[in-house]
């Protein structure tokens, strides 16, 4: 899957990962390889990235919008 956050000021992070947890407005949520399509809120919370070689980053937001469509995830956050 490709993944790529954005913030108000830059491009956060670009590049292929196995794994994405995010903080949903309705309770945290992950992405796997082939997820179907979803268009969701987030709210303040941490995000969990896992890239192939299994490297974990964590970035913290206050809210943003994230979209799901053929294995291609878009973050928009605005972060702390």
Known sequence: MHLEIVSPDKKVFSGEV?????????????ILKNHAPIISTLQK??????EMDDK???????????????NKIVLLAERI
Request: net charge negative.
């Open 56 to 70: 974990e980053h964590f970035f913290e937001i206050e809210k943003g919008v994230i979209e799901v469509n053929n």
């Open 18 to 30: 196995k794994l994405v947890q995010v903080p949903g407005s309705d309770g945290s949520f992950e």
């Open 45 to 50: 919370g941490r995000v969990k990235i896992v």
